[in-house]
């Protein structure tokens, strides 16, 4: 299995650009998770869905961040406009029901906005 | 919010002693997990141990669990070079309804073991 696939693994961008990170579940996942980390606020849960449909989006910082799952192989995170702050490492993660809920994680995604 | 707060936040030990971190919570939950991340990487599963069970082996990990103390402990013995990284507790609760489930990770421990 090639495992949970994130793209780009490194985004560099100026202040007020749009930034989509894109992800790819272990299929048959019916899970998939958003999380950011940073030093000062260590893992953070942006949002979750269950069969492509969003459970808690409580996390997103603010209408600058949206997420989408189309089908079941593929989610995108959008941030538009960015600002320096979203600077961060952006983990993707799925897991399936018949699992007991450990997550399977990307390699995730280094942002820095400039 | 963060549910697990890992102490401590730093560990420094030579090759061939034995890593415990620690791992508290607040609210109850359904099972206890433990991750690992190398710098630069993903967060790699490592152990889970349930609401209702004490204790866990796998390999050189030993996870203990105290409900009533809302407490978990990661033992890695005879460290080696290799196990330097960070390691994160991380609660799981679900709740009745289509879908609806919780995974909040602590800050982690960085684990530092000296050849």
């Known amino acids: 299995d090639a495992g949970v696939i994130q793209s780009p693994r490194h985004e560099v961008t100026e202040m007020g650009q749009e930034v989509t990170l894109r992800c790819k579940p272990i299929s048959g996942h019916d899970y998939l998770f958003w999380y950011r980390q940073t030093m000062m606020r260590g893992l953070e849960l942006l949002i979750y869905f269950n069969n492509n449909v969003p459970i808690d989006d409580s996390g997103m910082p603010e209408d600058r961040f949206s997420a989408k799952m189309p089908n079941a192989s593929f989610s995108t995170l959008k941030i538009q406009p960015s600002e320096p702050r979203d600077s961060a490492v952006y983990f993707c993660a799925s897991t399936g029901t018949g699992n007991t809920g450990e997550l399977f994680f990307g390699e995730g995604s280094r942002l820095t906005v400039l | 919010s963060q549910q697990g707060e890992e102490d401590p936040q730093a560990l420094s030990i030579q090759e061939g002693e034995n890593a415990t971190m620690n791992c508290s919570y607040k609210t109850s939950i359904n099972n206890l997990q433990w991750y690992r991340q190398n710098s630069g990487r993903g967060l790699v599963h490592l152990i889970l141990?349930?609401?209702?069970?004490r204790e866990k082996h796998s390999g050189r990990l030993r996870v203990t669990l105290d409900t009533s103390k809302k407490s978990s402990s990661l033992l890695i013995t005879a460290s080696r070079a290799a196990d330097t990284a960070s390691y994160f507790c991380?609660?799981?609760?679900?709740?009745?309804?289509?879908?609806?489930?919780?995974?909040?990770f602590g800050k982690g421990t960085k684990l530092s073991v000296i050849p």
């Open positions: 141990i349930r609401s209702n069970e």
């Open positions: 991380a609660t799981v609760r679900t709740y009745s309804g289509a879908g609806s489930y919780q995974l909040t």
